[in-house]
């Protein structure tokens, strides 16, 4: 039980940091440091020795204080000027960008998601895809089986994972099961473009 708390803990914070390096930079692509305090130092080690306990595989942590770093550390692959794979972190950023959208009037929530794609739709519609939503998309709540999306991410890098995705079939009434699925987030940035005409990253 601790140890899932402490893995909470560490992905709220790194997913702040993340948040705050990647859209907080200045020009330069750096930020200003200031001292850090004792207790900043030691919540930082603490929860650096809290990751290494839980065998989790952390790279860096930055902390952030009105644009200033405050406490920070680098390690394993972690490196401040090296890129670095971000994996489930960018589904945040594309519910986010959905969140933009619908503030923006440009989609709703509750939109089907095959009136974004109507040329890319499969020979036989089942009903359970026609009442498809982007909520549904956003809670993975899709209703496909569970790793169906294994296909799709497992491509030959010809293949249309929109269509694809459409292809899967929905087991489960949308909404009424959850199922951790990648290719939904593929579909939220999808949208996005369909809907901005421009590339979420």
């Known amino acids: 039980m601790r140890t899932q708390t402490i893995k909470k803990v560490l992905c709220s914070t790194l997913l702040c940091a993340v948040s705050v390096v990647l859209f907080g930079q200045n020009g330069s692509g750096s930020f200003p440091r200031v001292a850090s305090s004792e207790a900043i130092t030691k919540a930082v080690n603490d929860c650096r020795e809290a990751a290494r306990q839980a065998e989790l595989d952390v790279h860096s ?3 952030l204080h009105h644009g200033k770093v405050i406490a920070e550390f680098w390690q ?4 401040p000027d090296k890129p670095h794979v ?3 972190v960018s589904k945040t950023f594309t519910a986010t960008a959905i969140g933009f959208a619908v503030s923006e009037g440009k989609l709703k929530v ?6 974004f794609f109507l040329d890319k739709l499969p020979a036989e519609v089942s009903p359970y895809l026609k009442e498809l939503e982007i909520r549904h998309l956003l ?3 899709a209703g ?3 790793g169906a999306d294994n296909r799709a991410t497992n491509y030959n890098g010809d293949e249309d994972w929109v269509k694809i995705f459409l292809s899967l079939p929905i087991v489960h009434k949308p909404g009424t099961q959850h199922s951790y699925n990648s290719m939904a987030t593929y579909m939220l940035s999808a949208i996005i473009q369909k809907v901005s005409g421009e590339k979420l990253i």
């Open 61 to 63: 942590l930055m902390v």
């Open 76 to 79: 394993g692959e972690g490196a």
């Open 86 to 88: 971000m994996h489930s």
């Open 110 to 115: 509750t939109d089907k998601v095959i009136s």
């Open 139 to 141: 809670t993975m709540s």
């Open 144 to 146: 496909q089986a569970v």
